[in-house]
């Protein structure tokens, strides 16, 4: 079968990144002509095994691209170079081991090709250093692209703010991939402007669910006085520094039941890296039902 322009592009990209031949045939490598825009080129691959199954990690000049194709499981993740923290190869005897830190988790690679490792490193500390020299444009730069952008501001009302601000449990519901739908009991924060944020760590289920589909929804009860208020909306990762600070602080803060503190139980999780995320409400509804 002849090749097509773009799988004979990726292909001499790939040998340029340290790919070996036994590299070129595995699953992975032979699903990126279905991945790989034409608008973008490869610079970098590490390939070994994870976990769940073999996979593969591709830096293009637009993204970082993480592959695994499993026995029983199958995933593709897309990274922006501003979600990442860090880079790290180490030693375990013979096998070399790679760890990609981002804020949403760790990527996690074993019995990789070094060579391929240098190359890859090699490009994302470019990377690296030209987000360091912008530091200022990409703080104040917008959160990372929403799949649907509300048509317009979802108004909040002085009942309904004055019910968010006097709560702040909530249940959050997310759906995987597979379309279950995972509810969550969640801390929330609504600020000055009317903006939603919750906190979690980078590897609980919710955080996997909102990475994979954005659309979430709210929902907060009071029992005593029979209020409601339901929120659907989009989530993203808040990439604002203050506003991230700011989000931690309040909702990290331990709360008094009866007469002892107890702390937030995002604070008890100990897999993953805290990350906030920003709720755009789509659609808002309260009820006061005592009326």
């Known amino acids: 079968m002849a090749l097509s322009e773009l799988q004979k592009r990726i292909n001499s990209e790939l040998r340029q990144a340290g790919v070996t031949s036994y590299g070129q045939h595995k699953l992975v490598t032979r699903s990126l002509p279905n991945i790989i825009r034409d608008d973008e080129n490869i610079h970098g691959v590490v390939y070994g095994w994870s976990k769940n199954g073999f996979a593969m990690l591709v830096a293009t000049n637009n993204r970082i691209i ?34 990609l830190h981002t804020r949403i988790g760790d990527y996690r690679l074993t019995n990789i090709n070094n060579n391929c490792a240098r190359i890859f490193i090699a490009y994302v500390e470019t990377r690296f250093e030209h987000l360091e020299e912008n530091e200022e444009n990409i703080d104040q730069s917008p959160p990372l692209q929403i799949q649907q952008t509300p048509k317009a501001p979802v108004s909040v009302t002085p009942e309904a703010r004055e019910f968010l601000i006097e709560h702040d449990l909530a249940v959050l519901s997310t759906k995987n ?115």
């Open 66 to 99: 993480y592959l695994l194709r499993g026995l029983l499981t199958s995933s593709v993740d897309e990274l922006g170079y501003d979600v990442v923290s860090g880079i790290r190869t180490k030693s375990q005897g013979v096998i070399t081991v790679l760890v």
């Open 177 to 291: 991939q597979a379309g279950d739908i995972w509810g969550a009991v969640v801390y929330y924060l609504v600020n000055d402007q009317n903006e939603f944020f919750i906190l979690t760590k980078s590897e609980t289920r919710k955080a996997h669910n909102m990475l994979s589909d954005q659309h979430v929804s709210l929902t907060i009860y009071d029992q005593k006085t029979v209020q409601t208020l339901q929120l659907q909306g989009i989530t993203e990762i808040e990439t604002s520094k203050p506003k991230k600070e700011y989000v931690y602080e309040k909702i990290t803060q331990a709360r008094m039941f009866g007469q002892a503190p107890i702390n937030s139980p995002v604070t008890k999780i100990h897999d993953g890296s805290y990350v906030v995320f920003h709720i755009i409400p789509t659609n808002l509804a309260f009820h006061d039902y005592k009326i």
